[in-house]
């Protein structure tokens, strides 16, 4: 969707590696979030901002952290990845009560 | 604790006939409500915003319709088309919470 960007779109990872998502967006908005995605359980909150310097905890933080160091970007952090972490990542901003959604990463942890 | 349900989960219908898609919440707060489109393996693309003050919207051939006394959304799709075939996620915004219905998988023959 334009004005959310993912940044990977696709990565494997070995169990153990670290890595950083990336979301960014031009729209300004203060609330962003990360959800995972996995097949028969929706879309499950995992952290989120409602501004610049500021998250929380969603419904299944664990395993993960988060930055929002400028307002444009929402960093989702794997320390030591695991295989129950394979899953689609998606993020999110909202303005007023409309959410914006970015096109996904795909993470395979092996 | 499932705030957002759809029903049904699945629809497989030929094409040309109506949809009808539902999605019911568990309380009656102010909040707005989005249908988003989602294709496989695709990001989320929104479809019709309901705010909180309207009854419903209307796109093309969709129309969503919103009653917060009985705590319940239908989106309906007229005339259905092979290329509708995706899951359809009705999603309820609260200030700056998300709450996600698991989808309903549409299928339309052709």
């Known amino acids: 969707n334009a004005g959310v960007t993912q940044t990977p779109k696709f990565r494997v990872l070995k169990t153990g590696q670290s890595m950083t998502l990336l979301c960014a967006q031009d729209?300004?908005?203060?609330?962003m979030y990360w959800y995972r995605q996995d097949p028969g359980m929706g879309l499950r909150l995992i952290h989120y901002?409602?501004?610049?310097?500021?998250?929380a905890k969603g419904e299944v933080p664990d395993g993960y952290n988060v930055s929002r160091l400028k307002k444009q970007n929402f960093l989702l952090g794997l320390e030591s990845a695991a295989p129950s972490q394979t899953s689609v990542y998606f993020c999110?901003?909202?303005?007023?009560?409309?959410?914006?959604f970015g096109q996904g990463t795909r993470l395979t942890v092996v | 604790k499932q705030e957002v349900t759809q029903i049904p989960a699945a629809l497989s219908v030929p094409e040309g006939e109506n949809l009808v898609l539902n999605c019911s919440f568990t309380?009656?707060?102010?909040?707005?409500l989005q249908w988003f489109r989602q294709d496989p393996g695709k990001g989320l693309t929104s479809l019709l915003l309901?705010?909180?003050?309207?009854r419903e919207q209307t796109s093309g051939r969709l129309n969503a319709s919103l009653d917060k006394s009985s705590g319940r959304s239908t989106l309906y799709i007229a005339a259905s088309q092979p290329g509708d075939s995706a899951t359809y996620l009705c999603?309820?915004?609260?200030?700056?919470?998300?709450?996600f219905g698991a989808g309903t998988t549409v299928t339309v023959r052709a």
């Open positions: 999603v309820r915004s609260n200030d700056y919470k998300l709450s």
């Open positions: 309901i705010q909180s003050s309207q």
């Open positions: 309380d009656s707060a102010i909040y707005n």
């Open positions: 999110a901003t909202q303005r007023g009560m409309e959410a914006f």
């Open positions: 901002s409602v501004g610049e310097g500021t998250t």
């Open positions: 729209m300004n908005h203060e609330y």
